[in-house]
T-cell receptor
């Protein structure tokens, strides 16, 4: 398996523009997570899905952020409009979520977002 | 959510054992203890996890205190490739993790 795939790997955009980050989880995994990492705040859980349904979005910072999972093999995290304080590395992770698994989360390589 | 406390940084000489401590005094009976590490410019990766008993795998060992209020990740022979930030995380009956600040491990050749 190729692991969790994220695109783009780097994104530079201007303030006010819409940004869409993409994630393909590992095939067969039923949980998908979006995280954000900054020097100031560390690694934060933004939202997670189970079987394509959002379960907990309490970590989403504000209404400018939205996430979707239209099917089991694809998810997006959108920021509209983007602001400089959104600059961070965004990670997607997936896992199997049943009692016989370790709930081990497999992380993608991340998308480094810079908003100027 | 239960919190964990780890030292900000630690150093180890190459090929020596490393003991990375973690305090989790508010742990509940159903919380699992997970350890992840993050190598430079990469996403976190799973290291080991446990509930009550000590655990061993090919990467490391996990020693859990009898009262479960603390745990220690043991790397038996540190290599330069083990230089990373190590996170101690408590997972409740749900499936979400809350990462703390972790311990930055420096391995000295």
């Amino acid at each position: 398996d190729a692991g969790v795939i994220q695109s783009p790997r780097h994104e530079v955009t201007e303030m006010g523009q819409e940004v869409t980050l993409r994630c393909k989880p590992i095939s067969g995994h039923d949980y998908l997570f979006w995280y954000r990492q900054t020097m100031m705040r560390g690694l934060e859980l933004l939202i997670y899905f189970n079987n394509n349904v959002p379960i907990d979005d309490s970590g989403m910072p504000e209404d400018r952020f939205s996430a979707k999972m239209p099917n089991a093999s694809f998810s997006t995290l959108k920021i509209q409009p983007s602001e400089p304080r959104d600059s961070a590395v965004y990670f997607c992770a997936s896992s199997l979520g049943h009692s016989k698994s370790s709930y081990e989360q497999y992380f993608g390589p991340g998308t480094r977002l810079t908003v100027t | 959510d239960a919190k964990t406390t780890q030292p900000n940084s630690m150093e180890s000489n190459e090929e020596e054992p490393v003991h990375l401590p973690c305090n989790h005094s508010t742990i509940s009976g159903t919380d699992y203890i997970h350890w992840y590490r993050q190598l430079p410019s990469q996403g976190p990766e799973y290291v080991i996890h446990g509930l009550t008993s000590n655990v061993n795998n090919r990467m490391a060992s996990l020693a859990i205190a009898e009262d479960r209020k603390s745990s220690t990740l043991i790397l038996h022979r540190a290599t330069l490739r083990d230089a990373a930030v190590y996170y101690c995380i408590l997972r409740n009956t749900g499936n979400q993790f809350y990462f703390g600040t972790g311990t930055s491990l420096t391995v000295i050749p």
